[in-house]
């Protein structure tokens, strides 16, 4: 498993596992991830879901509310190729399909540049159903594409790593669902603790359980539910008919801009 996969799956909590994105993308010298799950519907592209965790969600909200996607040109590139698509801000124009560039096309590399967006990368990987397509795309402040020559490699593993954790370890596998006798109280409160976002040392420490035992009972937890991690515990247990309400603290994480499986913002969710 690559390193940046282990760490999301091993991750307690939304904060840390962007931490574990924006760590990896820093250390490549990139600024941002964008991911995206889009459909066509005739020739137009439609978004399905997207993920606002590791690039400006105020960016991925007008990128989808202005319809950018109909005229983003990095799309139809990056979908018919099997390398991914280097390219600079100012020189997508040249890639645009029509002789002429359109006002919508000239809008959104405007306001692309405005984001801080010099040069970046767009791969493209097929859904399951083969109707959909995930576009990733790294970014970079520099406005030529020679340092992302330079780190190809490790970028393009980086972003498989993070589709590979939103398709493959966020997903709730087809056979979870609470097995056996019905839940003690301890367990019960563990759950309560887990839906409100709190990470294991608070819950060992709330609940009087030294770590070793708190591990213990999470393993426990995860096989009763038929979950392979953290993440999908939790999706199991919201969706779980004996798991308890989780109560309404202010300033409890809040994850639907993260997984893009589950949602689409408004208009991404990531």
């Known amino acids: 498993m690559h390193p940046v996969l282990a760490e999301l799956c091993a991750a307690e909590d939304f904060v840390d596992r962007r931490r574990v994105v924006h760590s990896a993308l820093a250390a490549l010298g990139l600024s941002t991830l964008g991911y995206i799950c889009m459909t066509w519907i005739g020739k137009t592209p439609t978004p399905l879901a997207a993920c606002t965790a590791h690039e400006d969600p105020g960016w991925v909200r007008r990128y989808i509310a202005r319809h950018h996607c109909?005229?983003?040109?990095?799309?139809?590139?990056?979908?018919?190729a099997a390398l991914p698509l280097m390219w600079q801000t100012e020189g997508l124009a040249m890639l645009s399909a029509d002789a002429r560039p359109s006002a919508a096309l000239l809008e959104f590399i405007a306001e692309l540049g405005a984001t801080g967006t010099g040069s970046g990368l767009t791969l493209s990987l097929p859904g399951d159903s083969g109707r959909e397509r995930y576009f990733i795309t790294l970014t970079s402040s520099a406005d030529t594409t020679d340092m992302l020559r330079d780190v190809l490699g490790p970028a393009v593993v980086l972003a498989l790593a993070v589709h590979d954790f939103y398709t493959c370890h966020c997903a709730l596998p087809t056979h979870a669902k609470l097995r056996g006798a019905p839940l003690t109280?301890?367990?019960?409160?563990?759950?309560?603790?887990?839906?409100?976002?709190?990470?294991?040392k608070e819950i060992a420490a709330t609940l009087a359980l030294t770590r070793s035992n708190l591990d213990y009972h999470m393993r426990q937890l995860r096989k009763r539910f038929g979950a392979h991690n953290r993440l999908q515990l939790l999706q199991a247990m919201k969706g779980a008919t004996d798991a308890p309400a989780p109560d309404t603290a202010p300033g409890a994480p809040q994850r639907q801009g993260e997984s893009p499986a589950r949602s689409l913002t408004s208009p991404p969710g990531g």
Not at 70 to 80: E, G, I, K, N
Not at 189 to 198: E, K, T
């Open 185 to 200: 109280p301890l367990y019960r409160r563990i759950m309560q603790a887990l839906l409100q976002g709190l990470p294991d």
């Open 70 to 80: 109909r005229v983003d040109p990095r799309l139809r590139h990056a979908a018919s």
